[in-house]
C-alpha cells in the first residue's frame, strides 16, 4: 500500500484494477477537508479514473456536502427518482420509502457515462451504497483510456472526429424495452434537453489523454453513417471497450463510496435478485467543467 503525505494527514492508497483504479483509504467525508487533502484527492482521481472509499457511513447530507467541493451538482432529469430532502441525490435501486421511489429497470444496463444527453456531460459522479444486496448489483467500470490507447491506427483514424447523436428519447425507447409497462414520453425533458451532438473520441481536459466515449442505449446514430454502419461501429468499439483487461468491478458493502471520472471510464451494472432483496444506492453528479475537477 502506498502512503502518500499530505501535510498532517496521509491517504492510503492500492491499486485495485487492471489498468486503473485504486482504493483510497483515510479521506474524510464528514465534515471539514482540508485543501491540500481534497487536491491530492483530485489528483488521484485524474490519475486512477475510479476511486473506491470503502466504509464510510455517510448519510445524504454528508454526500452532497462531500461532492459539491469538487463542483456544481447536477440535479437528475429524473426529478421524481430524487431525494425530497437533497434533490442532488439520484436513487437507484427497488426502495421507497419517506416519499422516494428509486429508479429501478429490470433490463440489463448499457455501458455508458452519466448525462452524455446533457449538451455538457458531467465531469464524475459519485455512488454510495445504503442498502447492499448480499449478492448481484455490482457496478462493472471500463477503462476508456487504456482502451482508446489500445486501438490500432487504423481504427484510431476511423473515428477521430466523429461526432455521435445522445439523446433522452433514445435512452427511453431502449427502456421501454426492456421495462415495457413503461409508458409515456419524456415530456419537457425533450425541450430542457434535446439531441446533443457528443465526439466518439474525448480528451481529457486535465490531463490531455484520449478515451471512448460510447453510450450505446443513449446514442441513435453516428453522424455521416448509415444505422447499420453507426451499430456495427458502435458494437465493434463496446466490445473492445468491455474486454476484462479493462474492466473492474466492484463488489459493493454498505458504507462504500466510489467516484470516477465519466471523461475517462464507462460504468454499467450486474442484475440482482429483486424479488428477494433490496438495493438503494445514492448517486451524486457534478457536472461539466466543473473548475475543481479542470485543474
Same mark, same amino acid.
Given at each position: ?5 499530505? @501535510? ?13 483504479? $485504486?482504493? *483510497? ?32 457511513? $455517510?448519510?445524504?447530507?454528508?454526500? &452532497? ?6 463542483? +456544481? ?21 427497488? &426502495?421507497?420509502?419517506? /416519499?422516494? @421511489? ?5 433490463? =440489463? ?10 449538451? =455538457? ?10 442498502? *447492499? +444486496?448480499?449478492?448481484? /448489483? ?7 483510456? $487504456? #482502451? ?38 419524456? /415530456?419537457?425533458? #425533450? =425541450?430542457?434537453?434535446?439531441? %446533443?451532438?457528443?465526439?466518439? %473520441?474525448? =480528451?481529457? +481536459? ?11 442505449? *443513449?446514442?441513435?446514430?453516428?453522424? /455521416? ?18 474486454? +476484462?483487461?479493462? *474492466? ?5 458493502? @454498505? ?41
Amino acid at each position: 500500500m502506498n502512503h502518500i503525505a499530505v @501535510k498532517d494527514a496521509a491517504l492510503s492508497v492500492r491499486p485495485i484494477g487492471p489498468t486503473f483504479g $485504486a482504493e *483510497v483509504s483515510l479521506m474524510p467525508i464528514n465534515g471539514d477537508v482540508s485543501p491540500e487533502l481534497l487536491t491530492q484527492f483530485i489528483s488521484l482521481l485524474h490519475r486512477y479514473r475510479v476511486l473506491v472509499v470503502p466504509s464510510v457511513y $455517510a448519510d445524504p447530507a454528508d454526500l &452532497v456536502a462531500f461532492s459539491a467541493r469538487f463542483g +456544481p451538482l447536477e440535479i437528475h432529469s429524473r426529478f421524481e427518482n430524487t431525494l425530497p430532502a437533497h434533490r442532488e441525490v439520484f436513487c437507484v435501486g427497488n &426502495v421507497e420509502r419517506d /416519499g422516494m @421511489k428509486a429508479s429501478f429497470s429490470r433490463g =440489463v444496463e448499457q455501458w455508458h457515462a452519466d448525462s452524455s444527453y446533457r449538451s =455538457v456531460p458531467s465531469d464524475a459522479s459519485l455512488f454510495y451504497g445504503e442498502i *447492499v +444486496p448480499p449478492e448481484g /448489483g455490482e457496478t462493472m467500470f471500463a477503462d476508456a483510456t $487504456a #482502451a482508446y490507447r489500445s486501438l490500432d491506427s487504423v481504427m484510431k483514424r476511423q473515428i477521430e472526429g466523429l461526432q455521435a447523436m445522445h439523446s433522452l428519447e433514445t435512452l427511453r425507447l431502449w427502456g421501454q424495452r426492456h421495462n415495457p409497462e413503461r409508458t409515456g414520453d419524456i /415530456g419537457s425533458q #425533450a =425541450v430542457e434537453f434535446p439531441a %446533443v451532438r457528443q465526439p466518439l %473520441v474525448r =480528451v481529457h +481536459p486535465a490531463t490531455g489523454a484520449k478515451s471512448l466515449y460510447v453510450c450505446p442505449a *443513449v446514442i441513435s446514430h453516428i453522424e /455521416g453513417l448509415d444505422a447499420a454502419a453507426s451499430s456495427a461501429l458502435i458494437e465493434a468499439l463496446i466490445a473492445h471497450i468491455a474486454q +476484462p483487461r479493462f *474492466v473492474y468491478s466492484h463488489r459493493w458493502h @454498505k458504507g462504500d463510496l466510489v467516484m470516477w471520472d465519466n471523461r475517462a471510464v464507462l460504468h454499467t451494472a450486474s442484475l440482482f435478485d429483486h424479488t428477494r432483496f433490496q438495493r438503494l444506492m445514492y448517486r451524486t453528479t457534478v457536472a461539466g467543467n466543473a473548475p475543481a475537477l479542470a485543474a
